[in-house]
């Protein structure tokens, strides 16, 4: 006979997770939070009369293997951070703003102050953003997951008013692409990142007195919530294209009616210094097709508007190239 903690599952670490999780998620949570930490579900009402024809608005993502990275330096918070800003910034692409967010936990051998740390970030992250972290999953699957070796994964839900959504069919030749600068890899190409970045480089320093290596690699993915409701507010946005995995070249395409593609201006936008740190090592359109190169959100919008857009943003944007007829393709130009 055998216990399940003999199995490699331990029910009082699950339980002390819990309890070290439950007040993070508890100050995110406001009245509309009817059931949080605890139950089998979360419950969340909806603001009565706020809305005329809501639309719910859902994403699901994780950070890929810059977990290893971050937890290989201790550095548990900011992939919650991570999770959370990528997931609030794909609802944000239909222009919803996020109401409530999960997450998954998976591991091979349970440390609750690891997934406290983790859930830390999230719930800075969304009180952020204003959403409640309304719940998640912790899971113990040893043999699965080697020991110290865990996953995330988060799941958004946002609301819009229906004709408050961003509608990319609107997007024509000559409109303007305004981008919003990343903060560096954000949550992608970490695999890539990995396999051709030397270890020893890590410690690295981009220039005297600045971040290592390590650390701009481990900067958490940015939210662009603030600024694209200031964009919304001055002018119409036709289409937000987030940069994650597939890059520029695999993302920009999918807000373009058929047959428009873009062409973007290098050098029109500051390019974080890690990237420079991965060209000698990977061929230039692998970069772009893997990774943001600096474009964290585009934004397309009339050519007309260009001006307010980056007053509305203050030196947070960039024009960075124009919708052109190419056939879906993303050229870019130096």
């Known amino acids: 006979m055998a216990t399940y903690r003999e199995a490699g599952v331990d029910l009082e ?25 605890g139950p089998f579900s979360g419950l969340f009402a909806l603001e009565p009369g706020r809305f005329k024809q809501p639309v719910l608005v859902a994403s699901a993502d994780g950070v890929g293997t810059k977990v290893l990275l971050a937890s290989a330096a201790g550095r548990h918070a900011d992939l919650g951070v991570d999770l959370v800003n990528h997931c609030v910034n794909d609802v944000l692409t239909a222009g919803a703003d996020p109401l409530f967010f999960l997450d998954y936990v998976a591991t091979g051998v349970l440390e609750p102050r690891v997934v406290a740390d983790v859930v830390a970030g999230m719930a800075q992250a969304c009180r952020q953003a204003g959403c409640a972290l309304l719940g998640g999953e912790t899971a113990e699957m040893p043999g699965l997951y080697p020991p110290a070796v865990y996953d995330l994964a988060g799941f958004m839900v946002g609301i819009c008013e229906r004709e408050a959504l961003i509608d990319p069919t609107s997007i024509r030749e000559g409109d303007a692409l305004i981008a919003l600068p990343s903060s560096g890899l954000h949550t992608n190409g970490y695999s890539l990142a990995r396999k051709v970045l030397p270890r020893q480089a890590l410690r690295d320093r981009l220039h005297p007195g600045g971040p290592t290596l390590l650390d701009a690699l481990l900067e958490p993915h940015r939210s662009y919530l603030e600024p694209v409701r200031r964009l919304r507010s001055s002018l119409t946005v036709k289409g937000l294209a987030h940069i994650t995995g597939g890059g520029v070249l695999g993302n920009l395409p999918r807000i373009l009616p058929r047959g428009l593609g873009a062409e973007i201006v290098r050098g029109t936008w500051p390019e974080p210094e890690v990237f420079s740190y991965l060209t000698p090592f990977v061929p230039d359109v692998e970069l772009w097709r893997t990774f943001n190169m600096g474009l964290g959100m585009i934004a397309v919008v009339e050519a007309t508007s260009v001006g307010s857009a980056l007053r509305a943003l203050d030196g947070e944007a960039f024009d960075v190239g124009r919708v052109v007829a190419s056939g879906g393709k993303v050229l870019i130009r130096e």
């Open 13 to 37: 670490a699950g339980e002390t997770a819990v309890s070290l999780i439950r007040p993070l998620a508890q100050a995110t949570q406001g009245a509309q939070v009817l059931a949080g930490v």
